[in-house]
T-cell receptor, first 115, second 115 residues
């Protein structure tokens, strides 16, 4: 149980374009999803907390107008990187707290490269 | 301010021997900890977790030890196998893992198991 599907696994896009990353829980309902990113030789850093049916909560320094988060259902959250720049190139991953219990389920991550 | 620290960026161990990966934390509110590993070009894989009510949790070849007074946890892998070669991250949460508290991650330790 507790399966999370994250797509795409990797994407290359041109500067100025937008990229959408999906995180889908396949067998449980997720009212909360965390979006993290990781730059080389750095820790996974929390970008925002996605809450079903309400606005996402962004961490300090993360531009909410650039990183659009939509959590319209209990099984799907999307992160859209708008007007992507090369400095947005990173590893993005969703992490879901397991409902009714203990632990977290990880998405498989998305490697974004902006050229 | 890094609340979760993995001070060894890399570790090399002979096959069959014990691998010990260390992690220190500064936030005394953390009460749930986990380890996960990541192979290049793959998503992270959850390994093992421990709550602060325990000081040891074992799962096959993997054992996590928690020393709350020292704010230190370690992951022991025995016997180490070449397939264990990966980057290992520790993470901590100020929740028992059942709620919506985000995880705080270390930078990772790259383990190389030499055949």
């Amino acid at each position: 149980g507790a399966v999370v599907s994250q797509h795409p696994s990797w994407v290359i896009c041109k500067s100025g374009t937008s990229v959408k990353i999906e995180c889908r829980s396949l067998d449980f309902q997720a009212t909360t999803m965390f979006w993290y990113r990781q730059f080389p030789k750095q820790s996974l850093m929390l970008m925002a907390t996605s809450n079903e049916g309400s606005k996402a909560t962004y961490e300090q320094g993360v531009e909410k107008d650039k990183f659009l988060i939509n959590h319209a259902s209990l099984t799907l959250s999307t992160l859209t990187v708008t007007s992507a720049h090369p400095e947005d190139s990173s590893f993005y991953i969703c992490i879901l707290p397991r409902t009714g219990g203990y632990g977290y389920t990880f998405g498989s991550g998305t490697r974004l490269t902006v050229v | 301010d890094q609340q979760v620290k993995q001070n060894s960026p890399s570790l090399s161990v002979q096959e069959g021997r014990i691998s010990i990966l260390n992690c220190d934390y500064t936030n005394s509110m953390f009460d749930y900890f986990l380890w996960y590993k990541k192979y290049p070009a793959e998503g992270p894989t959850f390994l093992i977790s421990i709550s602060s009510i325990k000081d040891k949790n074992e799962d096959g070849r993997f054992t996590v030890f928690l020393n709350k007074s020292a704010k230190h946890l370690s992951l022991h892998i025995v016997p180490s196998q070449p397939g264990d070669s990966a980057v290992y991250f520790c993470a901590a949460s100020a929740d028992s893992g059942a709620g919506s508290y985000q995880l705080t991650f270390g930078k990772g330790t790259k383990l190389s198991v030499i055949p």
